[in-house]
């Protein structure tokens, strides 16, 4: 077999949702809502499923579904977008990041990532051929040293990858601080992936800043997202990259060959959530305000420190006072003898980073509870 593939292992986050189903534990591993999607979606879908939609939808995405995409992704990114020319929908934003990471570099290539970072871009960039470079962001803010990034960028790079706001960290990245980035990325003509797909998860005061938007950027930035966070439809495997046309067209190329397409009756019953008003994305946010801090309350009642998001629906807590030699170590106990699952938030992390379990919480308010109690009592 390839040897590439002895690099990285299986996905962590995976292997802990398989570890929690054997031991029947709460998973607050892999992020994931244990809600329904709106009932206007799941209606939708009904409908769809006994229209004409059971072949292959074109292989760029249904024509009704890009153009209800592009006009929602213009209605927040604030610049036209043009369901034609500057859009590929693909199955999930994993297929779009492994398809914007072909699109960017060829084998050889080298790829900023910052660390801590969602496990799937170390592999994404490795199936690619492409070289990972690593760039740490220092807790508890998450922040970047510039001189380090600065330094890693004149290595030559083809790409950075940034998640924004960011799992597992919840770091809303500032709006300065993508316009350092973008500076570099011009100075050093290098492509920017970006993972959007917690676009409509930010806690007040902190604002997402798309990255497309910024001067200069719309020419080289690969945007992902997916309909997976924001309608809560993971299981759908929504997903898209919105580019200029230069780009766009190669990642079709890239996505008609890895899947040919996303699935058709899908699609069709998604228009509906790319068309819900404003007040739906209020409610979302106002929905994960109080999640936050339900799940919050808990863990500072454990005694022990924890990160506080900024945006997305990830929180990394210190276990380093637990005494356990690994994080896994850790996990594994926790999932046994407290019966909720977590991460080991060395999954995450390029250094040897033990500190952390992630756990998330998209969870109703009613399991977050209940995983709340039996850590404040198991911890
Ligand atoms: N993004 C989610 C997480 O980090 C799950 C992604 C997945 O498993 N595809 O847990």
Known sequence: PARRLEVFTESVIREMTRLSNRHGSINLAQG?????????????????????????????????????????????????????????????????????????????????????????????????????????????????????????????????????????????????????????????????????????????PHQHTYFATLPGMWERTLSCGSLSKTYSITGWRLGHIIAPERLISRARKVHDFLTVGAAAPLQEAAVTALEFPDSYYTELQREYDVKRDVFLDYLKQTGLSYTEPQGAYYTLLDISSLGFKTDTEAAEWMTREVGVTGVPGSSFFREPEHRFIRFHFAKKEETLRAAGEKLVSGL
């Open 32 to 204: 994931f809502p244990d809600f329904d999607p709106p009932t206007e979606l799941i209606d939708a879908l009904a409908t769809a499923i006994r229209g004409p939609h059971h072949q292959y939808a074109v292989t760029w995405g249904a024509p009704r579904f890009r153009q209800a995409l592009a006009k929602k992704n213009e209605r927040f990114m604030g610049r036209e977008i043009d369901p034609d020319r500057h859009l590929v929908v693909t199955c999930g934003s994993t297929e779009a990041m492994m398809a914007a990471m072909m699109t960017a570099c060829d084998p050889g290539d080298k790829v900023i990532v910052f660390s801590p970072f969602y496990e799937n871009y170390a592999a994404d960039a490795i199936l690619s051929g492409a070289v990972p470079v690593h760039v740490p962001l220092y807790a508890p803010h998450f922040t970047f040293d510039r001189d380090e990034l600065s330094r890693a960028f004149a290595t030559g790079v083809k790409a950075i990858v940034i998640c924004n706001p960011a799992n597992p960290s919840g770091k809303v990245f500032t709006r300065e601080e993508l316009l350092f980035i973008a500076g570099l990325a011009e100075e050093h003509d290098a492509f920017v992936l970006m993972d959007e797909v917690y676009e409509h998860i930010v806690y007040a």
